[in-house]
């Protein structure tokens, strides 16, 4: 079964890990695999797919991007596919954000969002060096994204490099004032210390698709504007439509003072990170004085293709029915996981806009339980790709996919957990 192939894969033990399937094609919620099997992406190949795979739209504006301008240096340089899409980003985005920073990832998002607070601290002559994060929290996989994230078997190699992160305990249903409580508790030890609370708003996805209600979120950003704390919604996966509205800090009526977006940017085509600032963030960095620049690029910062593949899916958005098709998941989730409820299989079963989960009862739980790799496989017999999170399954579907192709995807679930 272990494959030693030259490839080394993201999130894959090759020392157990069955070969790689080789898609060769994808069209809206199927990928299609070398060996003539259409597979029913039941995850938008790892949440980023938001409309469906091949977008006719989307291919055609990346082509003629690339025919037009692939990439320009974005220092001095600009163009109009990434002022475009910025000013269409500030639209859409809770008001009070002002300014955009184009990266490459949800990673990189991430980073930037960690440097622009901390550097406008340092910048207003009154530094703030230490990160508030969530318990269970994942943010990426870099240094700085790492460092805030849960800490555990994946960073553990890594973890003396990390810098110091304070976590308050998840909100757990009916105990989410032990949550306000660490908060309150960490800012009146020490007012002046914390730079910015970082979360991902509603629901925290790879650390187990855990979700809080958005009063919750809404009591966390009051306590951060209180006490002078800047509050970074990561709304890398929740973004764009997942949580059944555009962000999912709308549901809080909360404008955070950063916010990181990526995956759904491009529906699912290009990598590309967006990082939205306040002007007040924004303006400790402006200055007549070079030593305030916001130091920080990468080589391919506001890629042309990019940014038309993102006008492109943003387009998607004015002309195709993809709310309705958003309220359709979430209807169809409600259904199928009610029946669920009452099965003595299942435990936690949830749901936020077009997320499901549930949690499957095994004999071993968490990240590493084998019962998430034995759900994966046998969902691929049946030709539905699921990446459970250890003992949680969860269904976060292309917007595309049809009541039918979803029913297929809980009755396999259902399969699965008999068996
Ligand atoms: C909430 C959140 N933030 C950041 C990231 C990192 O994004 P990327 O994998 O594009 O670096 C992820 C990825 O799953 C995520 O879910």
Redesign the pocket.
């Known amino acids: 079964m272990a494959d030693r192939s030259p490839l080394w894969h993201p999130f894959t033990q090759h020392g157990l890990a069955d070969p790689a399937i080789h898609i060769t094609r994808a069209e809206g919620a199927y990928l299609y695999t070398q060996d003539g099997h259409a597979i029913l992406d039941a995850i938008s190949s790892?949440?980023v797919n938001i409309h469906g795979h091949g977008h006719p739209a989307i291919a055609k504006a990346i082509a003629e991007q690339a025919a037009t301008l692939e990439q320009v240096i974005f220092a001095g340089f600009t163009h109009e596919p990434a002022e475009r899409l910025a000013r269409r980003l500030l639209r859409l985005a809770p008001p009070g954000l002002d300014h955009v920073f184009f990266s490459d990832?949800?990673?990189?998002?991430?980073e930037v969002a960690i440097k622009m607070a901390v550097g406008c601290w340092h910048h207003r002559g009154k530094p703030r060096r230490k990160i508030i994060a969530l318990e269970h929290g994942?943010?990426?996989?870099m240094f700085g994204?790492m460092a805030v994230g849960q800490r555990g078997p994946f960073n553990a190699a890594y973890e003396e490099m990390l810098f110091e992160v304070a976590f308050l305990p998840f909100p757990e249903k009916g105990a989410e004032e032990k949550t306000l409580d660490a908060l309150k508790a960490l800012l009146n030890a020490e007012p002046d210390s914390y730079a910015a609370l970082i979360l991902?708003p509603l629901v925290l996805?790879?650390g187990g698709m855990k979700m809080y209600a958005p009063s919750l979120l809404k009591d966390l950003a009051d306590l951060c504007r209180q006490n002078d704390v800047f509050l970074i919604a990561?709304e890398?996966?929740?973004g764009f439509g997942r949580t059944g509205t555009m962000f999912a800090c709308e549901q809080a009526g909360v404008t955070p003072d950063l916010m990181?977006l990526?995956?759904g940017l491009t529906g699912g085509f290009l990598?590309m990170?967006a990082t939205l600032a306040s002007a007040d963030i924004y303006d400790a960095f402006y200055a007549a004085d070079r030593a305030k620049t916001f130091f920080h690029s990468s080589s391919y910062t506001g890629n042309a293709i990019a940014s038309a593949a993102a006008n492109a899916s943003l387009d998607v958005w004015e002309s195709e029915p993809v709310m309705e098709r958003i309220a359709a998941i979430g209807e169809r989730h409600a259904k199928r996981l009610a029946g669920l409820k009452g099965d003595a299989r299942f435990a936690n079963v949830r749901q936020c806009g077009t997320i499901a989960a549930l949690e499957l009862r095994a004999h071993d739980a968490g990240y590493f339980a084998n019962v998430g790799a034995t759900v994966a496989r046998a969902a691929l017999v049946a030709d539905i790709l699921l990446r459970p999170l250890g003992n949680v399954v969860y269904v976060l579907p292309p917007y595309c996919i049809s009541q039918s192709q979803l029913d297929k995807v809980y009755d396999v679930i259902e399969d699965a957990a008999r068996a």
């Open positions: 790892w949440w990832s949800g990673s990189t998002a991430v994942y943010h990426g996989d994204a991902e996805g790879a990561d890398v996966m929740t990181c990526s995956k990598p990170g």
